[in-house]
């Protein structure tokens, strides 16, 4: 008997008491997800409450929106949210919280099922199928995700779904596979991945396979590809076109949040991106494992898809397969590079989501499909070559005694596993729940009700969906207004101090943070601080509080009052210790600030965001005992250090021939509007020259940095 026998491009069909034995480990995993949260009230994830905002606004028609009535796309899920919105909607009653965590967790259990479908579609081996949906049942990352709230499990679901419509014969109706994909694409944008693989594969397909009839192939399959696409646009074709209308974008601001967050990706050459792609595929491997599985499991897991893979390729080399099999089994080897996608194009921060490796989970789905499949077929192989009963019946028992004390040992590590996954999602639940809901009662309940808020490192989630105030979020996830200053920091500026600017475009009043990021400054005042005692002594430590801060962004800037707090000195060169160099102090009750000089440049630096029509003015005067000459002069530059550049904005020539000492001797006023609304330093310089100099001070008399009326 051929070793190949087994591999068939046909999809087992299962008996009915199969369909109810599935229901076993799909109980395990409803199991593990309520064991996981019981008596825990709550989402342990920040993002999660993003849908939950967007839920209860669409269900209290305030339209697709974090701010009612303000549309925006905050959500990387638009079917998730939307089939929340009509539960909501249907059942009042029931919390937006519930309706997140449910679906999340009833997406995990499908995911289970059709998992096991597709195997014994794909083998027609029962015990394999059911051993594919335990594994996936107690997998860490998976079941963790479930009672999230996220619509991580949704996405899986719906690829897996995709798998099981597209692996039925070439007879079923393509019109529905293509709304499967959509519903993919829906689910997650990166879903759009899947249904070019399959179109690319389809349409490649006569080119392997039947290279002298391409072109009658491709007239053939002519009508299946337009009903395909058909079914496709029938749903992505509507919701790209209300983002394009609503944001000019053609992905939602998620997308473009965290691609511009903290990230040089706009700035690299295609070429760049392609090669961060390419490295971002083993990347995601070494986080599987770290985050995932026990290495022999991981091994074990990658042995067999490999297998799996030969298997195909043989199988495909040996007899033409149906192409939409064929299709559909490329797909699903195409997870396999699927991280390519989040060095490439959807890079975010942290790289695959974080969260047990939230963005890229399909390929641990995938690992464990693909790997009982190349068992199912290893099994295969060696009972053909092993004709003789008895000695197959020995190997196999070899084997399963062999695999047993592996088992034992999985569930008891997995056993011990899940106790500190608990307290994990405990903690998570509790930050959430505790701290940041505090954050966000406080605001309702002690801000102005017009009060703007922007939510920095505290996420905007829980913040947001209970403050009951007009937000903004630092990551840009519901105001693309915030994107050219995100640009800004991809280009080399601090990423707070263009926040700051971002928050005076706005006018921003309040702003929150994970202390100390965003420490106090001439910009900010605390408030207050929240805290969650239950976290103290914990690994959520860093997270027990929260500083809700109020932005000030003056105007006018009085550099003398400001200097003890604010500024600095800078020398240009070195000079010999001077004790004393600046002098706070009044000449004819005037306010000056006294700078000793010498040859070398002497700055003063003061850094502030600037004011709307920034203009710097002041008046010049010295103090010394020694008579001037011709050739004794100060020199004065005034210079601003926007983002590391320096640009010389005002250089001029005084003499102190004749000067009057403490008087002011040259009044100006610097047109600074090329920095207006910037957050930048100013240097004020001088220096002096000539022979009567030495310890002469230069007064800076009535110093204001303010917008021109």
Request: charged fraction near 15%.
């Amino acid at each position: 008997m051929n070793e190949l026998s087994s591999y068939s491009d046909t999809y087992n069909k299962p008996s009915r008491w199969m369909l109810f034995a599935w229901c076993f480990p799909v109980l395990c995993g409803l199991i593990a997800a309520m064991l996981l949260k019981h008596n825990i009230y709550g989402l342990p994830i920040d993002d999660a409450y993003i849908y939950v905002k967007y839920i209860q606004n669409i269900a209290d028609g305030n339209g697709y929106s974090f701010n009612p009535n303000e549309t925006s796309f905050g959500v990387t899920s638009f079917a998730f949210t939307i089939i929340g919105a009509m539960v909501k909607a249907a059942i009042p009653w029931l919390s937006a919280v519930s309706i997140c965590q449910w679906m999340s967790i009833l997406s995990f259990l499908i995911l289970l099922w059709l998992a096991q479908r597709i195997v014994y579609g794909l083998t027609g081996n029962f015990t394999i199928s059911l051993a594919v949906g335990a594994a996936l049942a107690f997998c860490r990352p998976i079941y963790f995700t479930a009672p999230s709230g996220l619509e991580t499990t949704f996405f899986l679901m719906a690829t897996a779904l995709t798998l099981h419509i597209g692996l039925k014969s070439a007879s079923s109706n393509f019109l529905l596979l293509g709304v499967s994909c959509s519903l993919c694409y829906l689910a997650r944008p990166e879903g759009l991945f899947f249904t070019l693989i399959f179109l690319g594969s389809y349409v490649g397909y006569p080119l392997l396979f039947e290279s002298e009839n391409v072109l009658k192939v491709w007239k053939r399959s002519l009508t299946s590809i337009l009903t395909f696409m058909a079914g496709f646009m029938l749903f992505a074709v509507p919701y790209v076109s209300f983002v394009k209308w609503h944001s000019g974008r053609w992905m939602p601001m998620t997308y473009y949040g965290k691609l511009l967050n903290r990230s040089t990706f706009t700035l690299e050459p295609w070429y760049g991106k392609i090669k961060a792609g390419v490295f971002a595929i083993p990347e995601a491997y070494k986080q599987t494992l770290v985050q995932d599985i026990t290495p022999f499991t991981f091994g074990l897991l990658t042995l067999l898809s490999v297998i799996s893979f030969a298997f195909f390729l043989l199988a495909c080399g040996r007899k033409t397969p149906n192409a939409r099999w064929f299709s559909m089994r490329v797909v699903m080897f195409s997870v396999f590079v699927f991280p390519f996608l989040y060095g490439a194009a959807f890079r975010a921060s942290p790289m695959f989501g974080g969260y047990f490796v939230r963005y890229i989970q399909i390929l641990i789905v995938m690992m464990h499909i693909e790997g009982l499949i190349g068992l199912h077929h290893l099994f295969k192989t060696f009972a053909n070559i092993m004709q003789q009963e008895s000695r197959r019946r020995n190997i196999i028992l070899s084997c399963s005694i062999l695999f047993f004390p592996y088992v034992i040992f999985i569930g008891y590590s997995d056993y011990k596993r899940f106790n500190r996954d608990k307290d994990f999602y405990s903690g998570h639940v509790t930050i959430n729940e505790g701290v940041r809901k505090k954050a966000a009662q406080w605001i309702d309940q002690n801000l102005e009700p017009g009060a703007r808020i922007l939510t920095s490192n505290t996420g905007l989630g829980v913040v947001g969906a209970y403050a009951n105030r007009f937000i903004r979020d630092e990551a840009g996830l519901i105001n693309s207004d915030i994107y050219p200053f995100l640009r800004g920091f991809s280009e080399g500026f601090n990423h707070w101090h263009k926040m700051m600017e971002y928050m005076k475009h706005l006018n921003i009043d309040y702003y929150t943070t994970f202390p100390p990021y965003g420490g106090e400054t001439r910009h900010t005042e605390t408030v207050i601080e929240l805290e969650e005692p239950s976290l103290k002594g914990t690994n959520f430590e860093r997270l027990m509080r929260i500083r809700i801060s109020k932005f000030i962004a003056p105007e006018e800037y009085n550099l003398w009052e400001d200097y003890k707090d604010e500024a600095d000195l800078v020398d240009r060169a070195e000079q010999p210790d001077v004790d004393d160099r600046v002098r706070l102090t009044k000449w004819n009750q005037q306010p000056v600030i006294a700078v000793r000089t010498g040859a070398d440049l002497l700055d003063i630096r003061q850094r502030m965001i600037f004011p709307s029509k920034a203009h710097f003015s002041t008046a010049l005067a010295f103090d010394s005992q020694n008579e001037f000459g011709l050739e004794d002069k100060v020199i004065v530059e005034i210079k601003v250090n926007y983002g590391g550049k320096l640009t010389p904005v005002f250089t001029k020539e005084f003499p102190l021939q004749g000067c009057q000492r403490r008087q002011p001797t040259a009044e100006f006023d610097v047109d600074l509007a090329e920095f207006n609304n910037k957050f930048a330093f100013l240097l004020l310089g001088v220096r002096a020259v000539g022979p009567n100099t030495q310890g002469l001070w230069v007064g800076w008399m009535n110093p204001k940095l303010q917008s021109a009326k």
